[in-house]
């Protein structure tokens, strides 16, 4: 394998084919679902506020220099304020369907991270509010107000309970934190999220006259809470347990492709009604000694055939070291499909995948994908040697049947220069838009180490392609 081959090159296209006026269409159906759901999150924080003032809530406020009213007023509508973006967040991490569809599974768990700081800043401050304004009426420091709220008001514990449950699930998402925690401590913390949830609600109802009988706010809240805690149930367990018993997916294969990686193929019933595409995602649980209670995130490797799914492994953990050695017969249990990473996500007729180690494999499931069509797609791959160019031959011939224009960057970097290019591409004067003329036009997908795909997405940034046409697979947790 040389370090750049090509098949063929790509060609631009000046007007739309129908294929593309079905991508244009599809493209615009969701920013129109990307709109209405954003607003629909901005109209329930407004109604929150609405129905508080509209049901005697005004009142706090009526008179400005009764600083403790109007403390206990700010302090109430910033409660509202951080509950219904608490119950946003919940939802943005429950799997919804829709939301993978529209906005893709990155973007989502992004969102839900970007919201858990202001969350917990918004329940703290609800929090310090009401402490200064009951003490202010009372007579009373902060501090003496907190025994004195557990001790005059019903399920005051329980919300401080859930406030300490908040902050504990918050530190550990952060970044620095994160990396340190094993996958299953960190997911065993965040299961108290729920409970944080559970542990906040009996207050509301008791102590707020907002949620009194008779309030349109009491049925308001009782929907959202409802419906938030209903979609966590369905989507997070129930429908990953009915799927795991409807196609009950086996392991057929074990094939080693090169010293560290395995391709495991595994055959089901009825796979055909599994709504999965080349480059999506699944969370897979197999059911032998040492695996069955860890949970990972891999791509399919080839697109689903209605028989069997696919999934090509590198050996990265322990976790993956007991893949490498498993046996065909093992019970597998799933969650998914997840993310946008497919041939639905594409706005234009032209993609470019670029792809490093194990990272080509959701990009070698998409060319499988028959609505990418010939001379549509321009591949580059990246490994640090030859061997590291994992599932070549597959990726070669879907290239050759594709008309596909194929790159290959073999080698380690250049020292001192912050590039994902190879030090052989570097130094010839090879760069994005030489290895991929039509970039600016074309989506871009790209799935590798996250250091690495930042390189490439801020390179695809400074050729010019617009945000919406850059799609990155990202498995962090």
């Known amino acids: 394998m040389s370090s750049t081959q090509s098949t063929a090159s790509a060609s631009t296209k000046t007007a739309l084919s129908p294929h593309g006026e079905r991508i244009a269409r599809r493209y615009q159906r969701r920013r ?49 304020v951080g509950s219904d973006l608490l119950l ?87 970044v620095i934190v994160r990396r340190k925690l094993p996958y299953q401590v960190w997911h065993a913390v965040h299961l108290l999220a729920y409970a944080a949830v559970l542990a ?94 860890e949970s990972h995130p891999y791509s399919l490797s080839a697109a689903p055939d209605g028989t069997h799914l696919r999934i090509s492994v590198r050996e990265l953990g322990d976790a993956s070291r ?23 996500a594409r706005t234009t007729e032209q993609a470019v995948f670029i792809g490093a180690g194990i990272g080509v494999t959701p990009l070698r499931a998409m060319l499988e994908d028959p609505h990418i069509g010939r001379r549509q797609a321009t591949v580059i791959l990246r490994g640090s040697t030859e061997e590291e160019v994992y599932l070549w031959g597959e990726t070669y011939d879907l290239c050759v049947a594709k008309e596909a224009w194929l790159r290959v960057l073999v080698g380690s970097r250049p020292h001192g220069v912050q590039t994902w290019l190879s030090a052989e591409a570097y130094n010839q004067g090879e760069r994005l838009t030489t290895l991929a003329p039509n970039i600016v036009n074309s989506d871009v997908f790209i799935c590798g180490p996250t250091p690495w795909t930042d390189l490439v997405i801020r390179d695809a940034r400074r050729a010019g392609v617009p945000e919406h046409r850059i799609h990155a697979e990202r498995f962090d947790f």
């Open 200 to 293: 906040a609600i009996p207050h509301q109802f008791s102590n707020g006259q907002l949620f009194a009988d008779g309030k349109w706010a009491r049925w308001y809240w009782i929907v959202l809470y409802v419906g938030t805690l209903a979609s966590i149930v369905i989507f997070r367990f129930f429908v990953p347990i009915a799927r795991s018993l409807r196609h009950n997916l086996v392991v057929s294969e074990v094939r080693k492709e090169a010293n560290d990686v395995v391709t495991i193929t595994m055959r089901g019933r009825d796979l055909a009604a599994l709504p999965a595409k080349g480059g999506q995602f699944f969370n897979w649980r197999f059911l032998t000694p040492g695996l069955w209670l």
């Open 32 to 80: 129109r679902g990307m709109d209405f759901l954003e607003s629909l999150v901005y109209l329930s924080v407004a109604v929150s506020i609405a129905l508080f003032l509209a049901d005697g809530g005004a009142v706090y406020f009526i008179n400005v220099t009764a600083w403790s009213d109007v403390t206990r007023g700010i302090g109430i509508v910033l409660g509202l």
């Open 322 to 344: 007991r893949l490498l050695a498993m046996k065909p017969g093992t019970r597998v249990f799933f969650e998914g499909p997840y993310g946008l990473f497919s041939e639905s």
């Open 88 to 174: 946003v967040s919940l939802l943005l991490s429950a799997r919804l369907p829709l939301l993978d569809r529209v906005f893709g599974h990155d973007k989502v768990i992004a969102q839900h991270r970007k919201l858990g700081k202001p969350v917990l800043y918004l329940i703290l401050a609800h929090m310090v509010f009401l402490l200064v304004g009951y003490g202010l009426a009372e007579n009373l420091n902060p501090v003496a107000e907190i025994f004195s709220m557990i001790n005059t008001l019903p399920d005051m514990l329980l919300a401080f309970i859930a406030m300490a449950l908040m902050v504990l699930v918050v530190v550990t998402s952060l």
